[in-house]
């Protein structure tokens, strides 16, 4: 199992843990913090460096990691449903108000739909 360093507090002052990449939904930047997010179902923890930097060793490891939209990076493997109308990703079949989402830009939801067309759409 191949993991990742974060932290469960944005200032790191609990410590740090290791974290299971496959358990990762997406990543999201933070400027006001200057921070990646990551973001897995149920928890958010907190790392430094950037977007690309983290996608581009993510994807360069064997993972599944699309860089969406200017401060998201998505696991594509995650991904259970895709909102149409809204250009989002969710991560659970049944979708409720408080469902991890991950936005995207149109033409990457329109790049990810065609590529990954067996997932299905969340109307």
Same mark, same amino acid.
């Given at each position: 199992?191949?993991?990742?360093?974060?932290?469960?507090? #944005?200032? $790191?002052?609990?410590?740090?843990?290791?974290?299971?990449?496959?358990?990762?939904?997406?990543?999201?930047? #933070?400027?006001?913090?200057?921070?990646?997010?990551?973001?897995?179902?149920?928890? %958010?923890?907190? %790392?430094?460096?950037?977007?690309?930097?983290?996608?581009? $060793?993510?994807?360069?490891?064997?993972?599944?990691?699309? %860089?969406?939209?200017?401060?998201?990076?998505?696991? %594509?493997?995650?991904?259970?449903?895709?909102?149409?109308?809204?250009?989002? $990703?969710?991560?659970?079949?049944?979708?409720?108000?408080?469902?991890?989402?991950?936005?995207?830009?149109?033409?990457?939801?329109?790049?990810?739909?065609?590529?990954?067309?067996?997932?299905? $759409?969340?109307?």
């Amino acid at each position: 199992m191949v993991c990742i360093t974060v932290s469960r507090d #944005a200032d $790191a002052t609990t410590g740090i843990i290791s974290l299971p990449i496959q358990d990762i939904a997406f990543l999201e930047y #933070a400027r006001k913090i200057d921070r990646v997010i990551v973001h897995t179902i149920d928890e %958010m923890y907190y %790392m430094t460096g950037t977007l690309k930097y983290w996608q581009s $060793a993510l994807d360069n490891s064997g993972f599944n990691f699309v %860089m969406v939209d200017r401060t998201n990076v998505v696991n %594509m493997d995650k991904i259970v449903l895709l909102d149409e109308v809204h250009h989002v $990703a969710y991560f659970e079949k049944d979708v409720t108000n408080t469902s991890k989402r991950c936005t995207f830009t149109n033409i990457n939801f329109e790049k990810v739909q065609r590529k990954y067309s067996s997932v299905p $759409a969340y109307n």
